[in-house]
């Protein structure tokens, strides 16, 4: 059976294959979780700041074209 994408489920299978590194004998793994997560968001929020300030250009462009004319 096929776990449905965004469900559940499917976190804990993705958030399972992460867990499984995290061991007792390798304590900076915990820690690079951590930061890996940070990092993670910190790329994706720049990554929509980026879009955000395009979609405004995009806005900027159209009012010029329909104002021009």
């Not at 994408?5 to 690079?32: L, M, R, V």
């Not at 890996?36 to 879009?51: F, K, P, S």
Request: overall charge negative; charged content about 30%.
């Amino acid at each position: 059976m096929t776990i449905p994408h965004g469900s559940p489920e499917s976190y804990k299978e993705w958030f399972s294959d992460i867990f499984c590194d995290i061991q007792a004998d390798e304590p900076t793994t915990a820690e690079n979780l951590v930061l890996g997560l940070r990092l993670a968001i910190n790329d994706w929020q720049n990554y929509y700041r980026i879009q955000d300030k395009e979609f405004d250009r995009l806005k900027s462009l159209l009012s010029e074209a329909f104002t021009d004319g």
